[in-house]
């Protein structure tokens, strides 16, 4: 059963960075793409990153372009999001994500299997 908690999240100066980590408590080498989102606050759910098993990465075109990074730990169910050059409009809560499918999808619908969310906060 896919189980999601994240970590990672807090205060930090514009221009920082932070890491944050996502595991999977379900049973090891899950084949499920997991894909991280944010929502900021007054919008909708969005898109940050997604990566396969195999280790395809899909970025944003959009949210957070060229100042992210997704990594992924098979043997461990853990996917890591880091982010730099920080600025006070990504403050949200970033949550992760899974579905039951290889492929990673850029919508909310197309993952059943969502972390409670870490908040990331922006600010100096």
């Excluded at 919508?107 to 969310?117: A, L, R, S």
Aim: charged content about 20%.
């Amino acid at each position: 059963q896919v189980q999601l908690a994240e970590s990672g999240g807090g205060l930090v100066q514009p221009g920082g960075s932070l890491r944050l980590s996502c595991v999977d408590s379900g049973p090891p080498f899950s084949t499920n793409a997991m894909a991280w989102f944010r929502r900021a606050p007054g919008k909708e759910r969005e898109f940050v990153a997604g990566i396969t098993w195999r280790g395809h990465i899909t970025y944003s075109k959009e949210s957070m372009k060229g100042r992210v990074a997704i990594s992924r730990a098979n043997t461990r169910n853990t996917v890591t999001l880091q982010m730099s050059s920080l600025k006070p409009e990504d403050t949200a809560v970033y949550f992760c994500a899974a579905r039951d499918f290889e492929a990673v999808e850029t919508e909310p619908d197309d993952y059943v299997h969502w972390g409670q969310g870490t908040q990331v906060t922006v600010s100096s």
